[in-house]
C-alpha cells in the first residue's frame, strides 16, 4: 500500500462481500456472484498501485474506479454469471460477454461483485419473478422497491454495493432508487452503450431505453457517468461549473392525470423544501408550471413501447414461439404458470386497441417543444417522484396510472436525476424528480449535489 493510499481495494472488496453476506438473505437483491473473482482482480489492483508502472496521474485518467466494486442487474450480460431475464426457461442460462457498459467499467478498473434481481424482462414496477422469488425493501421489508432495477436499489441502499450499474425504460433507475432512498440518474437518449442489456444488440435505432448509474451520494453519479458513455463523453458538459444562482428553476405539483393517485403530504412537503431552498438560493421566484400534456403520461409511454424493438410474448418465451396469456392463466391460477401475474396483464394489454399514432405523436412533440421552450440550456425542472412513498408489495397492480410519472420522461427523451429528500414519518424515504433539457445532463447532477449538501441525501436504513 503505498503513504497516500488509505485503504487497499482488497480491502474494499472484502468489507463489500461481508455486508452482502450479512443483508442479502434479508432483502434477497444479489442473485448471481463472483465474489471469488473479485477477491482476486482486487489483488491484481493493489499491485498495479504498488507496482508503480501507472503515475497517480495516469492512474485517475486511465482507471478511475481502479478497485471500486460494483453491482449491475441480471438483465445485463456480465461473462460467466446467470444471465435468466427473470425467465424460469433460462434459469441456467449464463452470459458469455458482458455488455459493453460492463467493459468499460472493467477498463476503468472496476471489479464487479455480482448481478441483482429484476421483475422478468424488466417488466414490471416491482422486483419478483419465478426464478428467484420478490426483493425487499430494506427501510421495510413489508414495501415494494420498485423496478425494473429493484436489486440493485434494494442493495445499495442496504450499503452492499457502492454503485450501481442499472437501464431504464419507463423509471427502471428511479423508481427503486426513490423507493429505496438512494440517487438514480436517467442520462439523455442515446448516449450510453446498450448492447448486452436484455439481449439488445446495441443497434437499435429507435428506443426509450438508456442505461444510467446508482449510487448513494450524488458525487459519484458524475464520475460513472463518464465512464458509461464513452465516446460520448464530448455531447455533455460533466465537467462546466454550474452557479445555481443562475439557472432557472421551474416546478410541477402534479402530472394532472385524473386516473393517477392524489400526491400525499409527505412527497408534497418534499417538493416545496427543494422549491423554498432554490428560492432563497437564487434571491427570485420559483415559477410554477403546468404542461397540459402531462396528464397523457402513461397513454404515451403505452404508444411508444409499441416501437420498442421487442415483441413481449416472444421474449417471455424466450424467442421459441410466443406465450398465451389465456393459456397461462389457469395456470396461474393453481401455481402451474412459469410466469408472474404481472407478465400476464402485460400481454393482456398488449392485446387492446392501441394509442392513435398521430394524436401520440403530436402530443409528444408539442409536449417536447413546450418543456425544452422552458428549460432552454439553463433551466431545471422540479418534480415529483411518485403520488407516495414506497408502497405495499403487490398494491402496484391497483395504481398502474402512478408509474406515469416516471414513464413520461423516457418517452421525452430527457436527463433526469432522482435525488432523496430524507424521510416520511413511517421511516420511508422521498423524494423528488429533477429534469432539465436535451444533453444538460450536468445541471440534473448539479442540483442533485445541492440538494444532498441542504437535506442529506442518502439516510441509512440501519442504526448508524
Given at each position: ?50 507496482s508503480g508502472k501507472l503515475t497517480k496521474e495516469q492512474l485517475q485518467q486511465q482507471k478511475p474506479f481502479l478497485g471500486i466494486p460494483f453491482t449491475t442487474k441480471d438483465s445485463t450480460a456480465a461473462k460467466g454469471l446467470l444471465h435468466t431475464l427473470g425467465l424460469v426457461s433460462r434459469r441456467n442460462t449464463k452470459a458469455t460477454e458482458d455488455a459493453d457498459a ?363
Amino acid at each position: 500500500m503505498s503513504e497516500d493510499q488509505h485503504i487497499s481495494a482488497v480491502e474494499v472488496v472484502e468489507g463489500f462481500v461481508e455486508r452482502i453476506k450479512q443483508v442479502n438473505p434479508l432483502i434477497n437483491a444479489v442473485v448471481c456472484d463472483r465474489f471469488e473473482l473479485a477477491l482476486k482482480e482486487a489483488v491484481e489492483a493493489d499491485e498495479l498501485i504498488g507496482s508503480g508502472k501507472l503515475t497517480k496521474e495516469q492512474l485517475q485518467q486511465q482507471k478511475p474506479f481502479l478497485g471500486i466494486p460494483f453491482t449491475t442487474k441480471d438483465s445485463t450480460a456480465a461473462k460467466g454469471l446467470l444471465h435468466t431475464l427473470g425467465l424460469v426457461s433460462r434459469r441456467n442460462t449464463k452470459a458469455t460477454e458482458d455488455a459493453d457498459a460492463v467493459v468499460l467499467m472493467k477498463e476503468a478498473g472496476a471489479i464487479l461483485l455480482g448481478t441483482t434481481n429484476i421483475p422478468e424482462l424488466n417488466m414490471w414496477c416491482e422486483t419478483r419473478n419465478n426464478v428467484f422469488g420478490q426483493t425487499l425493501n430494506p427501510y421495510n421489508t413489508t414495501r415494494t422497491v420498485g423496478g425494473s432495477s429493484g436489486g440493485e436499489a434494494s442493495i445499495i441502499a442496504a450499503n452492499g454495493s457502492p454503485l450501481g450499474l442499472a437501464s431504464d425504460i419507463g423509471g427502471s433507475i428511479r423508481m427503486p432508487a426513490f423507493y429505496c432512498g438512494i440517487f438514480g440518474h436517467k442520462p439523455t437518449s442515446g448516449l450510453t452503450p446498450m448492447k448486452g442489456f436484455t439481449r439488445r444488440t446495441g443497434k437499435e435505432e429507435q428506443t426509450m431505453v438508456t442505461a444510467g448509474p446508482m449510487c448513494r451520494y450524488a458525487q459519484d453519479l458524475a464520475p460513472f457517468l463518464k465512464v458509461m458513455i464513452g465516446n460520448n463523453i464530448s455531447k455533455l458538459n460533466l465537467d462546466k461549473q454550474v452557479n445555481l444562482e443562475d439557472v432557472s428553476f421551474y416546478y410541477m405539483e402534479s402530472s394532472g392525470d385524473p386516473r393517477a393517485s392524489s400526491i400525499n403530504q409527505a412527497m408534497q412537503q418534499a417538493l416545496f423544501k427543494a422549491v423554498s431552498h432554490f428560492r432563497e438560493l437564487s434571491g427570485h421566484p420559483i415559477q410554477k408550471v403546468t404542461f397540459s400534456e402531462m396528464k397523457y403520461s402513461f397513454r404515451l409511454w403505452r404508444y411508444w413501447m409499441t416501437k420498442e424493438p421487442m415483441v413481449f410474448a416472444e421474449e417471455l418465451a424466450n424467442r421459441e414461439g410466443c406465450v398465451s396469456p389465456f393459456q397461462e392463466l389457469p395456470k396461474l391460477l393453481v401455481g402451474q404458470s412459469d410466469f408472474t401475474l404481472a407478465s400476464l396483464l402485460r400481454l393482456f394489454n398488449d392485446m387492446l386497441p392501441s394509442e392513435k399514432a398521430p394524436w401520440a405523436e403530436k402530443t409528444t412533440e408539442t409536449l417536447l417543444a413546450k418543456i425544452v421552450a422552458k428549460l432552454g440550456d439553463n433551466g431545471v425542472l422540479l418534480y415529483p417522484s411518485h403520488p407516495t412513498p414506497a408502497s405495499y408489495h403487490y398494491s402496484s397492480f391497483l395504481r398502474p396510472y402512478n408509474f406515469g410519472y416516471w414513464a413520461v420522461f423516457n418517452v421525452l427523451h430527457l436527463p433526469v436525476t432522482q435525488v432523496p429528500m430524507g424521510i416520511d414519518r413511517d421511516g420511508l424515504p422521498v423524494g423528488i424528480q429533477v429534469v432539465a433539457g436535451p444533453y444538460q445532463d450536468h445541471l440534473c447532477l448539479a442540483v442533485a449535489k445541492e440538494l444532498q449538501k441542504t437535506f442529506g441525501g442518502w439516510v441509512p436504513p440501519f442504526p448508524v
